[in-house]
């Protein structure tokens, strides 16, 4: 797992890159990708939208040093104002134009023979303009149901210290989407979106990754099969059963399937010229990888985005590529596409660990507690699974990413309950949090990093009671109950076992009583 344990730092990868500089010129090896990951960001446009920033495959000189390098992208982040500018201008041509249309029907006999999966029918291709663009996805931000959740959620991040609070997601969102489009298919129209403002070079990869997605629709039924069991928790007037929370990573881990192929078929397209395929190429895989997070010189909001919405961004690609790279390794290109659809992964673990997908393992699924006894002076606001991405990302940001890939693996299960005081109309949000790990030295080890984060998320945090901790920072272990004073109400957090329960706002133990 890259991301969280074994994150490379400096410039040791670019070197990798320069042996295959010819044929990774027109990806980019600081290509970076952002995704909306379903659950909590914005899955009202998932699987829609390839987000990318592609270095120029006309004009890219030859891969320079590292401090070449370096010195190169603080140039270009100064610059970066005038260059959009100038780039937002420019036009592909009516030749061109007509040019990358052509390709669309060589491209996809490319995806259909890569993934083996038929072309029903002719996939129908537009040219959209940036502001087409942006139009597009405010409307899918204003009016589809998911675009709801979104504002619940961005609340609910900030509550765990995912966000900040003064952050504005839908704001950002909106912002990092102009910034960062690069094509998109849409299968409400069935049509794919090339681009007039983007190199005709640069927008073949696109189309190799955007036509796979139109082979997957034909077959399946994208739209369908994005919303199979993502039911909306929130908001609603029952409460969370097992299968929600159950069910509540389906989104999420099915759309690292479908972006997770389409990123394969980009990757061998791009290395079909030199007889090569993904399989082959494991370095060219990795740097991308490593791209995504890193973005570009001119990337300003990917920069600026807080650590969770990196991570969440690009799931989708990064995880997903490694999920259907070992799928296709061990049980070859009928399972890795086709068979994915007909038996997808559930979890964000399944993706992220695609040996527990392909064992079946299968988890045994928490017990939740009794939600109308214990709140009943309390109306629900928001539910659901905190995965094994969210715990990978919370421990990052607050313990570092080498902690963080030493711990997540042993996450065996997690669910929230956000909910306001039914006597009090000023936003207050209580949250129940449990987690459930592989043994009780991992919960005690999970519940001493949450329990460091307080003082990062809070003004005042003063613990209470005789079981106090002498010094958060140094605590590497937390056993037991205990009970922490905030700005905005009590933080009590309970390791019982293998099992971490948390309560935040809620009086101590939740509304009625202790959570059992």
Not at 237 to 259: H, M, P
Not at 340 to 349: K, L, W
Not at 370 to 393: C, L, Q, T
Request: overall charge neutral.
């Amino acid at each position: 797992m890259e991301v969280y344990g074994r994150r490379k730092r400096g410039t040791g990868w670019r070197r990798e890159l320069v042996s295959y500089e010819d044929i990774f010129r027109n990806l980019g090896h600081r290509m970076k990708m952002a995704y909306q990951k379903s659950r909590t960001v914005a899955s009202f446009l998932c699987w829609l939208v390839l987000l990318a920033a592609f270095v120029s495959a006309q004009s890219a000189p030859p891969l320079a040093s590292p401090g070449q390098q370096q010195k190169a992208a603080g140039e270009g982040a100064r610059a970066t104002q005038t260059q959009a500018s100038e780039e937002a201008e420019q036009k592909i041509s009516p030749k061109e134009a007509d040019e990358l249309f052509r390709s669309v029907d060589e491209i996809l006999q490319f995806a259909s023979k890569d993934t083996s999966l038929p072309i029903k029918q002719p996939v129908k291709r537009t040219l959209t303009s940036r502001d087409q663009v942006v139009a597009y996805i405010t409307k899918h931000m204003s009016e589809d149901e998911d675009a709801q959740r979104l504002r619940r959620s961005e609340l609910v991040l900030k509550k765990f210290g995912l966000l900040p609070r003064d952050f504005d997601l839908q704001t950002f969102l909106l912002a990092l989407l102009r910034e960062q489009v690069a094509g998109y298919y849409d299968p409400k129209t069935k049509t794919v979106n090339l681009l007039d403002w983007v190199d005709v070079e640069q927008q073949r990869p696109v189309l190799a990754h955007e036509l796979t997605h139109a082979l997957q629709d034909q077959s399946f039924g994208l739209e369908k099969w994005m919303k199979a069991g993502a039911a909306d928790l929130a908001g609603n007037s029952r409460d969370s059963t097992q299968g929600d929370i159950e069910n509540d990573e389906t989104a999420a881990a099915r759309q690292a399937v479908v972006e997770g192929q389409a990123m394969v078929v980009l990757i061998d397209y791009m290395l079909a010229p030199t007889g090569q395929s993904l399989k082959d190429s494991p370095q060219i895989v990795e740097a991308l990888k490593q791209g995504m997070l890193l973005g570009t010189a001119d990337s300003i909001q990917f920069h600026n985005a807080p650590l969770y919405l990196k991570e969440a961004l690009t799931f989708p690609y990064r995880f997903g590529i490694d999920f259907v790279a070992d799928v296709l390794a061990k049980d070859g290109k009928e399972k890795a596409f086709a068979g994915v659809f007909a038996n997808p992964p559930r979890t964000t673990r399944e993706v992220m660990e695609p040996k527990a997908y392909l064992s079946g393992e299968h988890l045994e699924a928490m017990r939740l507690p009794d939600f109308p006894r214990i709140f009943k002076s309390y109306e629900h606001f928001d539910s659901g699974a905190v995965g094994e991405f969210d715990v990978a990302v919370l421990i990052d940001q607050y313990a570092g990413s080498k902690a963080s890939h030493d711990l997540y693996p042993h996450w065996r299960g997690g669910f929230y309950y956000a909910a306001r005081p039914k006597s009090k109309a000023d936003g207050t949000l209580g949250l129940l949090y449990v987690s459930r790990w592989s043994s009780p030295a991992k919960s005690a080890d999970f519940a001493a990093i949450y329990a460091r984060s307080l003082e990062k998320r809070y003004r005042r945090a003063h613990q209470n009671g005789e079981n106090r901790v002498k010094d958060l920072d140094i605590l590497e272990t937390l056993t037991g109950r205990h009970t922490w004073a905030t700005e905005d109400g009590p933080v009590v957090i309970d390791v019982q076992g293998d099992t971490v329960m948390v309560t935040e706002i809620f009086p101590a133990g939740g509304g009625n009583g202790r959570a059992k």
